[in-house]
């Protein structure tokens, strides 16, 4: 099941990446892998889809130094832009039936972004923030600096009240 999952994905997943920026297959695979933590694909099945995709006129490559650097097309940016539009349909379907599981079960279990005790104000900020990280390996090294930066900040704020309320459970 699990491998038909990932290869029902890797369409969607490349045309994410590439909606990102130019990209070579071996770019692509390296991401998937990042990114997952556990999921490289092949060669044997990212090239034959980037083959798939530029034929149906969805990206496009150009060649530098025998590299294919691959790129979303404007036909490719706008099927790009409804995968995602749809993904997150499929995500908002998914968490719904996760409460539902819930209720029936009594589970307190819920994805990562999803904490029970946010307040709403913060739940889809949480879930941004989430969606954002993904794309960490694209900054530079001064947005990087950044980045750590306001999560340092971040964290010493969020410590410090933690901190507040051990005291008062005293």
């Known amino acids: 099941m699990r491998g038909?999952?990932?290869r029902g994905l890797l369409k969607?997943?490349?045309m994410k990446l590439l909606a990102s920026g130019e990209k070579s297959g071996y770019d692509i695979m390296h991401t998937i892998k990042h990114e997952t933590g556990f999921w490289k694909p092949s060669a044997g099945s990212i090239y034959p889809l980037l083959q798939s995709l530029e034929e149906a006129g969805l990206i496009q490559h150009r060649t530098e130094e025998?590299?294919?650097l691959y790129s979303l097309t404007e036909k490719g940016r706008s099927?790009?832009?409804?995968v995602t539009e749809a993904g997150e349909e499929v995500e908002e379907s998914i968490n719904r039936s996760i409460s539902v599981f819930n209720s029936v079960f009594?589970?307190?279990?819920h994805p990562h972004w999803r904490h029970k005790h946010l307040p709403d104000s913060l739940r889809?900020?949480?879930k941004k923030l989430h969606r954002a990280l993904h794309h960490v390996q694209n900054l530079d090294a001064d947005r990087v600096r950044q980045v750590?930066?306001?999560l340092d900040e971040l964290l010493e704020l969020l410590e410090a009240n933690k901190d507040g309320e051990?005291?008062?459970?005293e």
Request: aromatic share 12%.
């Open 4 to 6: 038909r999952m990932r």
């Open 12 to 14: 969607s997943y490349v």
């Open 66 to 68: 025998r590299k294919k």
């Open 79 to 82: 099927a790009a832009a409804q």
């Open 106 to 109: 009594g589970s307190e279990e």
């Open 124 to 126: 889809w900020r949480w």
């Open 148 to 150: 750590e930066s306001l």
């Open 166 to 169: 051990d005291k008062r459970e």
